[in-house]
């Protein structure tokens, strides 16, 4: 979302009744864009801010703003609200207020503590790989210490949305919420070698081992230098990178066993190794 008024705008101060609510939040909102917004709350965790435009009215004019937002932002302080009226607004050009967001939400995540998946939604056998052995050769392997208080994450094979053409893939991803690692089903084939499978949950295994670094004015790095050296040190790991990239649009064209086959035949830009990124601006 970009507005006409970038981050340096005064906003105004109002006072809203606690608790702060879905129709305070709209009122609020509403009022600070002078634009009809609604505010919505869920009980996301790996998306908790985000906005789309409702549909266009009959007269033709552009649809409100419909605003998706955790429940914790129920008890979100007046510095945070005016946070996210700047962010709607300004967009990434309110660098400051996104700032201050990441930090707020991450807290209260952190209050809430994780949220554990529920065992019995857990895929971990497929048709040809069994996740939960190699998670464990894995952890023995390779994270022998970092795990060794602590439990490692769980492990399932994702969902594939098969209603559209894939045009990129995240093979693998990391869930620090749930302390969780999601594959992706399209591994589970007899042309993926094991071992491609096993540097995928190696390299998930490190975003659960090793902290988010900051970068220059609190910005996460997700894959910074110490992640790097550690990932470039494991033994497969120029071998996988040569394997994905001659293959994966053979994983892009192939049906899984719980999806269906692109129909796209270009080489993507792949996502499958950036792991979760930021709250409000993924990239």
Same mark, same amino acid.
């Given at each position: 979302m970009t507005g006409s008024r970038a981050?340096?705008?005064?906003?105004?101060? +109002?006072?809203?009744?606690?608790?702060?609510?879905?129709?305070?939040? =709209?009122?609020?909102?509403s009022k600070e864009l002078g634009s009809r917004v609604s505010v919505r709350f869920g009980r996301a965790r790996s998306s908790v801010l985000r906005v789309v435009r409702a549909p266009r009215g009959a007269r033709g004019g552009r649809g409100e703003l419909v605003v998706h937002m955790s429940e914790f932002f129920g008890r979100a302080p007046l510095e945070v609200r005016t946070s996210v009226a700047r962010w709607l607004s300004a967009g990434k050009r309110a660098r400051r207020s996104v700032r201050e967001l990441d930090r707020w939400i991450d807290d209260e995540l952190a209050r809430e503590g994780p949220r554990a998946p529920d065992p019995q939604?857990?895929? +971990?056998?497929?048709?040809?790989?069994?996740?939960?052995?190699?998670? =464990?050769?894995?952890? =023995?392997?390779e994270f022998r210490t970092e795990f060794a208080h602590a439990a490692p994450p769980a492990i399932t094979f994702g969902r594939v949305?098969?209603?559209?053409a894939? !045009?990129?893939?995240?093979?693998?991803?990391?869930?620090? !919420?749930?302390?969780?690692?999601?594959?992706?089903?399209?591994?589970?084939q007899d042309f993926v070698p094991r071992w491609f499978v096993r540097y995928i949950v190696f390299h998930e295994l490190l975003h659960a081992a090793m902290p988010v670094e900051r970068g220059a004015h609190g910005r996460r790095i997700f894959h910074g230098p110490r992640f790097r050296a550690r990932e470039a040190a494991y033994a497969d790991y120029e071998r996988a990178l040569e394997w994905e990239r001659d293959h994966i649009e053979e994983l892009?064209?192939?049906? +899984?066993?719980?999806?269906?086959?692109?129909? @796209?035949?270009?080489?993507?830009?792949?996502? =499958?190794?950036?792991?979760?990124?930021?709250?409000?601006?993924? @990239?």
């Amino acid at each position: 979302m970009t507005g006409s008024r970038a981050e340096g705008s005064l906003f105004r101060v +109002t006072t809203a009744p606690e608790p702060f609510d879905e129709g305070a939040w =709209a009122e609020f909102l509403s009022k600070e864009l002078g634009s009809r917004v609604s505010v919505r709350f869920g009980r996301a965790r790996s998306s908790v801010l985000r906005v789309v435009r409702a549909p266009r009215g009959a007269r033709g004019g552009r649809g409100e703003l419909v605003v998706h937002m955790s429940e914790f932002f129920g008890r979100a302080p007046l510095e945070v609200r005016t946070s996210v009226a700047r962010w709607l607004s300004a967009g990434k050009r309110a660098r400051r207020s996104v700032r201050e967001l990441d930090r707020w939400i991450d807290d209260e995540l952190a209050r809430e503590g994780p949220r554990a998946p529920d065992p019995q939604s857990l895929v +971990t056998r497929g048709r040809t790989v069994d996740l939960a052995p190699l998670l =464990a050769e894995v952890v =023995a392997a390779e994270f022998r210490t970092e795990f060794a208080h602590a439990a490692p994450p769980a492990i399932t094979f994702g969902r594939v949305n098969g209603r559209r053409a894939r !045009r990129t893939l995240r093979l693998g991803s990391y869930d620090p !919420r749930a302390h969780l690692v999601r594959i992706h089903p399209v591994l589970d084939q007899d042309f993926v070698p094991r071992w491609f499978v096993r540097y995928i949950v190696f390299h998930e295994l490190l975003h659960a081992a090793m902290p988010v670094e900051r970068g220059a004015h609190g910005r996460r790095i997700f894959h910074g230098p110490r992640f790097r050296a550690r990932e470039a040190a494991y033994a497969d790991y120029e071998r996988a990178l040569e394997w994905e990239r001659d293959h994966i649009e053979e994983l892009l064209r192939r049906p +899984t066993a719980r999806g269906r086959a692109s129909s @796209r035949t270009h080489r993507p830009v792949v996502g =499958a190794l950036r792991g979760v990124q930021g709250w409000l601006f993924p @990239r």
